[in-house]
């Protein structure tokens, strides 16, 4: 079998046995100071306003200790596998979510690298073939570590440029075509609203096939509408903003089969936000549609929210069939769709009213069967 990525970075710095035994022999010394290490850490980043912007606010560092202490037990115990390596590149790729400039994540590496340091030289003072063991060991993974997040972050940042090129281009694209479509639209809606008032439209067939017309028209504008608003930034409103009155307002947008039952848990409690109520309402009938097509003729469509001290979390569950692996990583992506009808901007649209609201929206399937949708809203007044 060919050589993993993994496998030629541990080669490379000559990380073996023998590193593996030096690292496990440390972490026995060593795990019951990985909460106070956790805690030097993040105090010493948060010193810096570029990397305390992208570690925004209390609740979220307070989980990352946690995290932290979790990535150090797994740093020092193993196993040293290919699981192993996909769990730590996905660090890489949440320093590109979050923006987090990687100056600051090879400091923050120097951080650990001297606390552990500390806890060696004090333990094996009097032992220094274990000290160099551990040392040398120690040297090896944290260099590793910082080889495999910036592979990943390179790798995704160069596929987030790769998307912001293609959406440029669909922009401009969408936006010559769009006004353009808007003519001849209108020129069908006008006649169309002549030939109803004709004797023609007395003839059963003829009414039939006006509404049809009438029928495609709105599903066309419609589509131009959504293009359109993917790539023009209206200014978002700034006015109190209750959810379960804008939840009760896209209902009446939705229409369901009677055996798909639609409720909500736990909206009334929330907070008045400040937002755009008009846009917010398009982020539920988006999620709605999909969600409604999704469980077809019988299923359940359940949102659930609540209320952090700093943020608002909704989740939009359906008992359809969920979302493919092979589709998942792309399905906030502008035209990427599995419907037969339809062209991919209801998911684009919603993540970027959510995004402008300072919020975000992550797919998450369900044990067994559908599809979850979590969204985050800030509480305090956001800046569009």
């Not at 008045?272 to 988006?286: A, H, I, S, W």
């Not at 092979?326 to 399905?331: D, G, H, K, V, Y």
């Given at each position: 079998m060919a050589e993993t990525l993994f496998e030629e970075l541990k080669r490379y710095v000559g990380f073996g046995a023998d590193d593996e035994h030096a690292l496990r022999s440390l972490h026995e010394l060593a795990r019951n100071?990985?909460?106070?290490?956790?805690?030097?850490?993040?105090?010493?980043?948060?010193?810096?306003?570029?990397?305390?912007?992208?570690?925004?606010?209390?609740?979220?560092?307070g989980h990352l200790k946690v995290t932290l202490v979790a990535w150090m037990e797994q740093l020092l115990r193993g196993p040293w596998d290919e699981e192993y390596f996909l769990l730590r590149c996905r660090i890489g790729r949440m320093h590109v979510r979050i923006a987090l400039p990687q100056h600051y994540m090879f400091g923050a590496m120097n951080i650990l690298r001297q606390e552990l340091n500390r806890i060696i030289d004090q333990r094996y003072v009097q032992q220094p073939a274990q000290l160099f063991a551990a040392r040398m060991a120690l040297g090896k993974i944290l260099d590793l570590e910082l080889a495999i997040m910036l592979h990943t972050y390179r790798?995704?940042?160069?596929?987030?440029?790769?998307?912001?090129?293609?959406l440029s281009t669909f922009g401009q694209l969408v936006g010559s075509i769009g006004h353009e479509l808007r003519n001849p639209l209108g020129v069908i809606e006008t006649s169309l609203f002549i030939l109803k008032g004709r004797p023609l439209a007395t003839d059963e067939r003829a009414v039939k096939h006006l509404g049809r017309i009438g029928e495609q028209v709105t599903l066309a504008n419609r589509i131009v509408t959504d293009l359109l608003d993917m790539i023009r930034d209206r200014?978002?409103?700034?006015?109190?903003?209750?959810?379960?009155?804008?939840?009760?307002?896209?209902?009446?947008?939705?229409h369901a089969p009677e055996a798909v039952s639609i409720r909500a848990e736990g909206l009334e409690g929330l907070p008045?936000?400040?937002?755009?109520?008009?846009?917010?309402?398009?982020?539920?009938?988006?999620l709605l549609e999909n969600a409604v097509q999704a469980v077809g003729e019988k299923g359940e469509v359940v949102l659930s929210a609540s209320a952090g001290p700093e943020t608002v979390e909704l989740e939009l569950e359906d008992t359809g069939p969920g979302v493919s692996d092979?589709?998942?990583?792309?399905?906030f992506e502008p035209l990427m769709t599995t419907k037969a009808r339809g062209i991919g901007l209801g998911l684009p649209l919603v993540k970027r009213i959510i995004e402008r609201h300072g919020g975000s929206i992550t797919y998450a399937p369900r044990e067994g069967r559908g599809a979850r949708f979590i969204l985050r809203l800030p509480s305090q007044p956001f800046t569009p």
């Open positions: 100071e990985f909460p106070a290490i956790s805690e030097v850490f993040y105090d010493r980043i948060l010193q810096h306003e570029g990397a305390r912007s992208a570690l925004a606010g209390e609740s979220q560092v790798e995704d940042l160069l596929a987030q440029q790769a998307r912001s090129e293609r200014p978002l409103k700034r006015e109190p903003l209750r959810l379960d009155e804008v939840w009760k307002d896209a209902l009446t947008s939705v008045t936000l400040q937002g755009d109520p008009g846009q917010m309402r398009q982020v539920f009938v988006n092979t589709i998942r990583r792309r399905i």
